[in-house]
């Protein structure tokens, strides 16, 4: 496969861009702040996320699983907002708009993230994340989540190119570990400087 750009940028978001969207310390926050045990939820948390997170269920039906299996003293809308609450910008994100904007002939951005349709369209929207990316391989859309080697396929496919000319950024090691064995150069994001200086050695 040929590509009129240099290499095409693959990413995560969660840990990378902004902080994680529906984290542990999220849940355990959560279950302070609405008074629910969390060691209950986190086990049903734990049984049915990864069916949201592959577009089969809604945000709703999570949530009809995980808490509102029976009335509480708080509404699903109330913990809605506070669930999208919980994601924050990180410095990497401002600094790979400008990269991007300033390399656009050169360079192709696209996410490839883990993460249930509502949280997922929301981040988007909230943080403006097409100025970033040309595209996003989310797990609800696609119907395959990392570490599923066939999500890291598709994205090579949809963006028309070989692993050589790929490049892929994650913060947990087990998931550039997966994404490795495509042959993509893989690198693990650990903070901004350090991914900046792969980028920049780039040009």
Not at 49 to 56: A, T
């Amino acid at each position: 496969m040929a590509t009129s750009f240099d290499k095409i940028i693959f990413s995560d978001i969660g840990g990378v861009l902004l902080t994680n969207g529906w984290g542990h310390e999220s849940r355990q926050a959560a279950a302070a702040k609405f008074g629910f045990d969390y060691t209950e939820m986190n086990t049903l948390h734990e049984f049915i996320f990864n069916v949201y997170e592959i577009g089969k269920i809604s945000l709703d039906e999570y949530l009809n699983t995980t808490l509102f299996y029976r009335t509480r003293n708080f509404t699903k809308q109330a913990f809605i907002e506070f669930m999208l609450l919980q994601s924050a910008e990180l410095p990497t994100l401002q600094w790979m708009i400008q990269f991007k904007k300033k390399h656009a002939n050169r360079f192709r951005f696209i996410s490839i993230n883990n993460e249930g349709k509502e949280l997922n369209d929301y981040r988007i929207r909230q943080f403006k994340l097409h100025e970033c990316f040309d595209a996003f391989i989310s797990s609800c859309e696609v119907g395959m989540r990392k570490p599923d080697p066939g999500i890291f396929q598709l994205a090579m496919g949809i963006a028309q190119v070989s692993p050589e000319q790929c490049i892929y950024f994650d913060d947990r090691q087990i998931l550039v570990d997966a994404a490795a064995k495509t042959g993509m150069a893989c690198y693990r994001h650990t903070q901004l400087e350090s991914t900046k200086a792969i980028l920049e050695a780039l040009l």
